[in-house]
């Protein structure tokens, strides 16, 4: 179809004031039988669209670009997530329920969207970000904050020369142009046009150390998802997991004391397990100190034909719940899910076709949503696509202690608190009295049947004494480019009405009441810069402030 023809639909688009999908396709019906052509797509509108603008032929309508945007719900939790996967190694674990597909990294699938994205591009980490940002920017999303996770194993078992290779390939495909090193590569991050504002990787409870931590600190990661699938030391063992209960609680501590954001990876319906045995496995995650995440990836256990666990389904040793089953499990779960945590996943993302017995629904999560059976979780609050009416936020402080220290979640909500704007986690991780100086009594509330945490040399030890750590900082609603503040798009939004700048006052007013005389970020680096804004410098891969008590 030639050009000016399609000039002439987003032309008719204008005048036409159309706000819905049903308008838009009904304006596309009636156009292409006028013209006689074929249906106009939403990318190839959204291209015109954009000449027309770029040309001056017309002006920005936020109104054509949200009804053109395919998927508005990618960027609608405040940033572009990509994902990548590293090339296939080595796995030291031997568990039950994973599969080896040949030219995959373990546990992963060729057919899974963000595995077929590697694959095809050879598991070169830097094609497979410009890839992505190509795709993105293509169906209308903005893609300046980029949030990286980074799969396909155990990170920590990685040979050090190749994390470090693979890490800088992901910065250069960010900023556009090649580095001498990775701190080069980091620091021009800090103001390209695409700025990596946090970083994720995946790996075992046993291989975090302190010496990991601070190695991953050093490549920009901030996050953490840990592979922990169940806190029963009987089922881990028939699964073959091959880590304890001790090393969950252990690395838990440890990541949260260097101030990293902790994802856990759950199986329900695992061998040895039952609904009932679930159920209050989450219930104590989130009751007993030594667990406590900040969000969760729940993966219901499934039958493949290329794991271990195919054969014992097979022989009649192994059978999935049924979906009845499985729905009532998840919806229980989905009430005991603390306010100060995410459910990032329901459902891992594999294609039905490779799924021999278990849960074949990929959106359950949506279906149980269409059903009104919500949570109080951070996801299902989000702000999403709403304005900010100021008059209707209240700031809201929850407290909960958690691995040897307090956390407080700090969050501007609606009234009704249905409705989640922004959010910010401080970890204290010694809580002192201001005149003796020494630990508060109540700070660590185990049971007396767990041993107490042992001594050790983090994040404490390597910066000043007495600092508190803020873990994350997160405003919701659409991603918007970082370049057009005065827009009447950004004014309204959520991201960018200092809410953000808000919850760090009051953070940084807690902790003086604390008389910590430090604060520190864990910041990805396309967010040091904003960091700067309110006095933060750079120390020990951190953005840390000294503080003056009044």
């Given at each position: 179809?030639?050009?000016?023809?399609?000039?002439k639909f987003?032309?008719?688009l204008?005048?036409?004031?159309t706000?819905?999908?049903?308008q838009?396709l009904q304006?596309?019906?009636k156009f292409?039988?006028?013209?006689?052509?074929p249906?106009?797509?939403n990318?190839t509108?959204?291209?015109?669209?954009?000449?027309?603008?770029?040309k001056?032929s017309?002006?920005?309508?936020?109104?054509?670009e949200?009804?053109?945007?395919r998927?508005?719900?990618?960027?609608?939790?405040?940033?572009?997530?990509?994902t990548?996967?590293?090339?296939p190694f080595p796995?030291?674990?031997?568990?039950?329920?994973?599969?080896s597909e040949?030219?995959?990294?373990?546990?992963?699938?060729?057919?899974e969207p963000?595995a077929q994205?590697a694959?095809l591009?050879?598991?070169?980490p830097?094609?497979?970000?410009?890839m992505?940002?190509?795709a993105l920017?293509?169906?209308?999303h903005p893609?300046d904050k980029i949030?990286?996770?980074?799969l396909?194993?155990?990170w920590?078992?990685?040979p050090?020369?190749?994390k470090?290779w693979f890490?800088?390939?992901l910065?250069?495909a960010a900023?556009g142009?090649?580095a001498?090193?990775?701190p080069?590569?980091?620091?021009?991050?800090e103001?390209?046009?695409?700025?990596?504002?946090g970083l994720?990787?995946?790996?075992r409870?046993?291989?975090?150390?302190?010496?990991e931590?601070?190695?991953?600190?050093?490549l920009?990661i901030t996050?953490?998802e840990?592979?922990?699938q169940?806190?029963?030391?009987?089922v881990?063992?028939?699964i073959?997991?091959?880590h304890t209960v001790?090393?969950?609680v252990k690395a838990?501590?440890?990541l949260k004391?260097?101030?990293?954001?902790?994802v856990?990876?759950l199986?329900?319906?695992l061998p040895g397990?039952?609904?009932?045995?679930d159920?209050?496995?989450?219930k104590?995650i989130?009751?007993d100190e030594?667990?406590?995440?900040d969000?969760?990836?729940i993966?219901?256990?499934v039958?493949?034909?290329t794991a271990p666990?195919y054969k014992?389904?097979?022989?009649?040793?192994?059978?999935?719940?049924?979906?009845?089953?499985?729905?009532?499990?998840?919806v229980k779960?989905?009430?005991v899910?603390?306010?100060?945590?995410?459910?990032?996943?329901l459902?891992?993302?594999i294609p039905?076709?490779?799924?021999?017995a278990g849960?074949?629904?990929?959106?359950?999560?949506?279906l149980l949503?269409d059903?009104?059976?919500?949570c109080?979780?951070i996801?299902?609050?989000?702000?999403?696509?709403?304005?900010?009416?100021g008059?209707?936020i209240?700031?809201v402080?929850?407290?909960?202690?958690?691995?040897g220290?307090?956390e407080?979640?700090?969050?501007?909500e609606?009234?009704?608190?249905?409705?989640?704007?922004?959010?910010?986690r401080?970890?204290?991780p010694q809580i002192y009295?201001?005149q003796?100086?020494?630990?508060?009594?109540g700070?660590n509330?185990?049971?007396?049947?767990h041993p107490?945490?042992?001594?050790s040399q983090?994040?404490?030890s390597?910066m000043?004494?007495d600092?508190?750590?803020?873990?994350e900082?997160?405003?919701?609603?659409?991603?918007?480019?970082?370049?057009?503040?005065a827009?009447?798009?950004?004014?309204s939004a959520v991201?960018?009405s200092?809410?953000?700048?808000?919850?760090m006052q009051e953070?940084?007013k807690?902790?003086?009441k604390?008389s910590?005389k430090?604060?520190?970020?864990?910041?990805g680096i396309?967010?040091?810069?904003?960091?700067?804004?309110?006095?933060?410098?750079l120390?020990?891969?951190?953005?840390a402030k000294?503080?003056i008590n009044?």
């Amino acid at each position: 179809m030639k050009e000016k023809i399609k000039e002439k639909f987003i032309n008719k688009l204008v005048r036409a004031r159309t706000t819905s999908l049903s308008q838009l396709l009904q304006l596309k019906r009636k156009f292409s039988k006028e013209y006689k052509a074929p249906l106009l797509s939403n990318i190839t509108l959204l291209a015109v669209y954009r000449q027309m603008v770029s040309k001056r032929s017309i002006k920005r309508i936020e109104r054509i670009e949200k009804l053109l945007k395919r998927r508005e719900i990618r960027t609608l939790s405040g940033v572009s997530v990509i994902t990548v996967l590293t090339k296939p190694f080595p796995c030291p674990g031997k568990c039950v329920y994973c599969p080896s597909e040949k030219g995959m990294p373990k546990s992963y699938l060729k057919n899974e969207p963000a595995a077929q994205r590697a694959f095809l591009n050879k598991f070169d980490p830097y094609k497979q970000v410009k890839m992505r940002i190509v795709a993105l920017n293509k169906t209308g999303h903005p893609t300046d904050k980029i949030e990286l996770i980074i799969l396909g194993g155990s990170w920590t078992a990685y040979p050090e020369k190749y994390k470090a290779w693979f890490v800088k390939r992901l910065f250069e495909a960010a900023n556009g142009r090649p580095a001498s090193d990775l701190p080069k590569a980091q620091k021009d991050n800090e103001k390209a046009r695409h700025r990596i504002i946090g970083l994720s990787v995946e790996t075992r409870p046993d291989l975090v150390t302190e010496k990991e931590a601070w190695k991953m600190r050093e490549l920009g990661i901030t996050r953490l998802e840990l592979g922990i699938q169940s806190i029963y030391p009987e089922v881990l063992r028939k699964i073959k997991r091959g880590h304890t209960v001790e090393h969950i609680v252990k690395a838990t501590k440890i990541l949260k004391d260097f101030g990293f954001k902790i994802v856990y990876h759950l199986m329900p319906n695992l061998p040895g397990s039952t609904p009932a045995k679930d159920l209050k496995m989450f219930k104590t995650i989130f009751s007993d100190e030594r667990f406590q995440p900040d969000m969760l990836k729940i993966y219901p256990c499934v039958v493949l034909r290329t794991a271990p666990l195919y054969k014992s389904y097979k022989q009649g040793q192994f059978k999935p719940y049924s979906p009845k089953t499985l729905n009532e499990l998840l919806v229980k779960i989905k009430k005991v899910v603390p306010p100060y945590v995410r459910i990032n996943r329901l459902i891992r993302d594999i294609p039905g076709d490779s799924i021999i017995a278990g849960n074949k629904i990929t959106n359950l999560r949506q279906l149980l949503q269409d059903k009104k059976v919500k949570c109080q979780c951070i996801r299902c609050r989000e702000a999403k696509s709403k304005t900010i009416e100021g008059k209707d936020i209240i700031l809201v402080k929850r407290q909960y202690y958690a691995s040897g220290g307090q956390e407080i979640f700090l969050s501007l909500e609606s009234k009704d608190k249905k409705t989640l704007y922004a959010f910010l986690r401080l970890r204290l991780p010694q809580i002192y009295d201001a005149q003796a100086r020494k630990p508060a009594l109540g700070i660590n509330r185990m049971s007396s049947s767990h041993p107490p945490y042992p001594t050790s040399q983090t994040f404490q030890s390597a910066m000043l004494s007495d600092t508190a750590l803020i873990r994350e900082l997160h405003t919701y609603g659409q991603s918007l480019p970082l370049r057009r503040r005065a827009d009447s798009q950004i004014r309204s939004a959520v991201q960018h009405s200092g809410l953000g700048y808000k919850l760090m006052q009051e953070a940084e007013k807690i902790v003086r009441k604390k008389s910590y005389k430090k604060i520190a970020v864990i910041s990805g680096i396309g967010v040091r810069e904003y960091y700067r804004k309110s006095g933060y410098r750079l120390e020990n891969t951190y953005m840390a402030k000294a503080l003056i008590n009044h």
